[in-house]
């Protein structure tokens, strides 16, 4: 029902910033919770961030505490996550995915909705 892609992946040097995007169709995103998960090469999909359907409360993953920014534009049906002072530790394939529950969940489960991913590469 609804269709996520996300965007702004790509290659950056220790201590610079991207910002990703999370571009919804087929719904409405105001109607959910959003979540940017990211998962590197034989590891588990990790929780990274996640707000609410308004957008009234965030949450963090501990490694990016202070880091990380997750907003989102309900008008344009967009979900963003800003990175700054980017870490090789970051290096990963970055998805967002969409719940219907009101709290914000910090793992897959419950999340109905994702993305192919984007993938994000941070060098030493």
């Known amino acids: 029902q609804v269709q996520l892609v996300e965007s702004g992946g790509g290659l950056v040097q220790t201590g610079d910033s991207l910002r990703l995007s999370c571009a919804a169709s087929?719904?409405?995103?105001?109607?959910?919770?959003m979540g940017w998960f990211r998962q590197a090469p034989g590891k588990e999909r990790e929780f990274v961030a996640g707000?609410?359907?308004?957008?009234?409360?965030?949450t963090y993953g501990d490694s990016v505490k202070g880091r990380f920014t997750i907003s989102r534009d309900n008008a344009k049906n967009t979900v963003y996550l800003q990175m700054n002072s980017l870490k090789p530790e970051d290096t990963a394939v970055y998805y967002c995915a969409a719940s219907a529950t009101v709290m914000i969940l910090t793992t897959t489960r419950g999340y109905t909705y994702w993305g192919q991913g984007t993938q994000v590469t941070v060098s030493s």
């Open positions: 707000i609410r359907r308004t957008g009234s409360m965030t």
């Open positions: 087929g719904g409405t995103v105001s109607r959910y919770g």
